[in-house]
């Protein structure tokens, strides 16, 4: 039987807003009380990858509905230093695998100086999960295409539960989560072609986002680079206006990923309206684009990846790769 270029990673984007749905609607129950999301001095997420992408979209989450400082923290400071001081604080790790050294150690290195740890895996019974404190399936399935596609959308949507669990009025955002997906289901971007044409002929892509819109515009920049192996960087629609600008002098393309939040607005306004008069080419994208609307934003992030996921998808067999299996790439990357 032929293989076909892409099939794994296109039903498994498929597969993605139905597994969203179910997943943002699951009750996780009364957690422990040694992980108080409430009460915590602060949250660190602590992830690699995709994953790190989801944690910063559940970050921003996180400090508008609890009013906690939420930041990453490189695992590093646990597999190659001593550590850092965690006295109430909560280590949020994420991982599709739950597998990689540096993660695990971070998992134990959290617990050993003070703080509880929260993981959000893919694999219950993995290494990090057995040490962590909670663990919470993000129930995407079996993910048979090396990028991680619906994985990465159901960790927002594990994010989201979580944050239920702890804000019982968030409750009506993870159902609203659910019905803008459902509705979002099997619908492409408006001029997708056109962006995929420019998409192909570009040489640079900035992918720029704000608010929980960062972490999409991390992982669409990240899909574009291991699948379709197209130079793209991500940008806060602010950080991208201290120079990184003047990359669009020479011929640029720009995706601007619009979470919907209010106080982004004019950011991105004034981002889009720089890159257009330099000459850049421009797309900008809101889940309205995909028949949603008045939804949280980590909802309209997971709404956006789903629509972008398509796109990575169809250029990269568009040149001749398969986006299931890319060269360098493997499922479970082990790093220290």
């Not at 984007?13 to 009750?27: C, G, L, T, Y």
């Not at 909560?90 to 003070?114: F, P």
Request: net charge negative; with cysteine; proline share 5%.
């Amino acid at each position: 039987m032929t293989k076909v270029a892409g099939a794994l990673m296109r039903s498994e984007i498929n597969e993605a807003p139905d597994k969203f749905s179910a997943m943002v609607q699951r009750d996780l129950g009364a957690l422990p009380k040694s992980v108080d999301l409430v009460n915590t001095r602060a949250i660190y997420t602590i992830a690699r990858g995709s994953s790190d992408a989801a944690a910063n979209v559940i970050a921003y989450e996180f400090m508008r509905e609890l009013g906690k400082p939420v930041t990453t923290l490189p695992p590093s400071v646990f597999s190659l230093g001593k550590g850092v001081d965690m006295t109430d604080a909560i280590g949020l790790v994420v991982s599709q695998s739950g597998a990689s050294s540096d993660l695990v150690k971070a998992c134990a290195g959290t617990n050993e100086r003070g703080g509880n740890t929260i993981v959000l895996t893919n694999t219950d019974g993995s290494p990090a999960s057995k040490i962590a404190d909670v663990t919470i399936d993000i129930e995407a399935g079996p993910e048979l295409a090396i990028p991680a596609t619906k994985s990465v959308i159901c960790t927002i949507a594990a994010g989201m539960a979580l944050l239920a669990a702890v804000k019982p009025g968030y409750a009506k955002n993870c159902a609203d989560a659910a019905k803008a997906m459902k509705t979002a289901h099997g619908k492409e971007l408006p001029n997708q072609k056109p962006l995929e044409e420019a998409l192909i002929a570009a040489d640079s892509v900035y992918v720029i986002g704000r608010g929980c819109g960062l972490g999409v515009a991390h992982e669409v920049a990240l899909k574009l680079k291991e699948c379709a192996a197209l130079h793209a960087e991500a940008y806060s629609s602010s950080e991208v206006l201290h120079g990184p600008l003047q990359l669009a002098t020479k011929p640029l393309t720009v995706v601007i990923l619009d979470t919907g939040e209010a106080d982004t607005q004019e950011s991105l306004d004034i981002a889009q309206g720089r890159f257009l008069k330099a000459g850049a080419k421009v797309f900008r994208y809101r889940t309205s684009d995909m028949g949603v609307d008045a939804v949280t934003p980590a909802a309209a992030s997971a709404v956006l990846l789903y629509a972008l996921y398509a796109v990575v998808h169809d250029i990269t067999v568009a040149q001749g790769m398969d986006p299931d299996t890319p060269e360098t790439l493997a499922k479970i990357t082990d790093t220290v």
